[in-house]
């Protein structure tokens, strides 16, 4: 080992990193919030009776669960785009591969959530004349929601960390913007030290927000 | 006006292959207390949870108020004069005692919160329960939770109220308080319709006892033919296990 160590670097990169990370969380955050709402919209339909929106929305989860999220980017960002025409930013490229994916494995927990709540609180409210929208808004999904949490940040730290792969189509995040630096000053381990870290402390962030909430609705 | 209030009409009823209610008829006055019997399994909770559209029927008709429950634009305004209190409470449990009976008049008839929050009150106060108003339902002792349940149904001012077993989940000692509530119901003029192996409280407040054995009505009278002369052998095989 006869490797020295120059973090000096950083002292004139850093601000490349913090440009890509910039990047990341705002790519995690909008992918987050849109797995939200297609992983909702999905589980609903997966607990439907009607057959047409089962049979989608088994589909759609078997396809985005079974896909690498690697090979996913790289067919939607390139393939699509020869066969169709349709040339998205690279941006939007990577939030529409990550939302997809993760609102796939949310619909599973949506779903696992919801059957956890018994039947009889849909009963009970049919019961006294709430409507199947109501009873699913005012009852049954505040009780799964405490349900959900819990798996839920776990999905998002992994969606966060999974952004990281959008770097193949070129999106100037984190890692991408670490790799060009890298490629720059021939300091490997100094730039992906110091990403490994940033991804550790935001992940720890994302870790102890979802303690709170699960806190706070344990409480309720 | 048709001085029966709910009229079964030849029900069947199967899970799948199995035959659940056997051509079931049950005519039920206004005001009247009818308390159906029989061993687990004879199709008693499903007779009342055909009546609310909770199960639907594999053939006959149900009329609630001159409305069949087969047509499925009348479920919702039947429902509406239908109150249901359950073996299990069903409360909501992420809301307080008061918003589990102030939730549903609001939203599903209109009435205005301050209104609903002081009928809901007059209820708990009623039932005996008004201190646990801001509580949550799992703080509540099962007898109090099956109280709350008959004020939230009360809330919606049914014209009937059903009650599926409403004492089975509760230790012996919380057994009265909520009969006791029930009794003072009856004897207020509600129409009830009680699934229960509490035979006491069928002597002092029904009308009619109705037992069900396999899926069938095999009995209806008056409670002092059901208890003093039954004519059925199974009723009487029923009525010596359940009074010793």
Redesign the interface.
């Known amino acids: 080992m006869d490797y020295t160590f120059h973090f000096g670097v950083l002292g004139t990169y850093w601000i490349w990193l913090a440009k890509g990370l910039w990047i990341t969380i705002y790519i995690s955050i909008i992918s987050m919030f849109l797995a939200l709402i297609i992983g909702l919209i999905i589980s609903i339909c997966r607990l439907s009776k009607i057959r047409f929106l089962v049979i989608f929305s088994q589909s759609y989860i078997e396809i985005f669960r079974g896909i690498p999220l690697f090979v996913f980017i790289i067919w939607l960002y390139y393939g699509l785009a020869m066969v169709s025409g349709i040339n998205f930013e690279p941006v939007t490229a990577g939030i529409i591969c990550l939302s997809m994916q993760h609102g796939g494995y949310l619909a599973e927990i949506y779903r696992a959530g919801i059957q956890a709540v018994?039947r009889?609180?849909w009963?009970?409210?049919?019961?006294?004349?709430?409507?199947i929208i109501?009873t699913f808004a005012?009852?049954i999904f505040?009780?799964a929601v405490k349900i959900i949490i819990p798996p839920t940040a776990n999905m998002f730290i992994g969606l966060f960390k999974d952004s990281a792969l959008v770097s193949i189509i070129g999106v100037n995040e984190l890692m991408r913007q670490s790799q060009i630096a890298t490629s720059l000053t021939f300091r490997p381990f100094e730039f992906y030290t110091v990403t490994a870290i940033i991804y550790i402390v935001l992940t720890l962030f994302l870790s102890q927000i979802a303690k709170l909430l699960e806190f706070k609705m344990s409480n309720? | 006006m048709d001085k029966n209030i709910v009229k079964v009409q030849k029900v069947n009823k199967y899970f799948s292959e199995i035959l659940v209610l056997n051509d079931v008829s049950l005519k039920i006055q206004r005001s009247n207390v009818v308390v159906i019997c029989g061993p687990s399994g004879c199709g008693k909770s499903t007779l009342l949870r055909c009546i609310?559209?909770?199960e639907g029927l594999s053939s006959g008709d149900i009329i609630i108020n001159d409305k069949s429950i087969l047509d499925k634009n009348n479920l919702?305004a039947i429902?509406?004069e239908?109150?249901?209190v359950?073996q299990?409470f069903?409360?909501?449990?992420?809301k307080t005692v008061l918003e589990n009976i102030i939730?549903?008049p609001i939203?599903?008839?209109g009435v205005n919160k301050d209104e609903a929050i002081v009928n809901g009150r007059k209820l708990l106060e009623r039932v005996g329960i008004l201190q646990k108003e801001n509580d949550f339902p799992s703080s509540l002792s099962g007898g109090q939770q099956q109280r709350v349940a008959i004020a939230?149904?009360l809330a919606?001012q049914p014209k009937i109220m059903m009650f599926d077993e409403p004492t089975s989940a509760l230790d012996p000692e919380m057994i009265k308080e909520v009969l006791d509530v029930m009794i003072e119901l009856a004897h207020d003029g509600m129409t009830m319709i009680v699934v229960t192996h509490e035979m006491g409280f069928a002597k002092e407040v029904a009308d009619k006892i109705v037992m069900m054995d396999e899926g069938k009505i095999i009995e209806e009278s008056e409670p002092n033919d059901f208890f003093g002369n039954p004519k059925n052998n199974r009723t009487k095989q029923f009525l010596s296990k359940i009074l010793n």
Not at chain 2, 90 to 94: D, G, I, R, S, T
């Open positions: 018994s009889g609180q009963e009970a409210s049919f019961t006294l004349g709430f409507s109501n005012r009852i505040p009780q309720k | 609310n559209g909770l919702r429902r509406l239908l109150g249901m359950f299990q069903n409360l909501f449990p992420h939730l549903s939203i599903n008839i939230r149904g919606m």
